[in-house]
């Protein structure tokens, strides 16, 4: 668990309200839940965004065109700094 998150969960817990490891568990608990959520609906739509694109050859031309013409102007600026 990264520390930044350990960091943050304190202020969310109250001593007074009760047990402070069920406080700690049902927040975490939600995180957990809420990050599963969110990261099963980007899943979803990137399933759905690769279909799209897949049944689109101009789209594929397309990205194949972008990515050669950035990969390009990549090389020319590496070339031109190593003569520095």
């Known amino acids: ?11 969310f817990i109250t001593p007074g309200l009760g047990s402070v490891l069920s406080q700690s568990l ?16 980007i899943i979803l739509l990137a399933g759905q965004v690769a279909l799209f694109l897949g049944r689109r050859p101009g789209w594929q031309q397309f990205q194949r065109w972008l990515m050669a013409t950035v990969l390009a102007g990549m090389a020319v600026k590496i070339a031109f700094e190593a003569r520095k």
Do not use: D, E, F, Y
Not at 1 to 11: N, R
Not at 26 to 41: D, E
């Open 1 to 11: 668990m990264p520390s930044c998150i350990l960091s943050l969960l304190p202020q």
């Open 26 to 41: 049902i927040l975490g608990c939600t995180q957990v839940i809420i990050s599963v959520a969110v990261n099963g609906m």
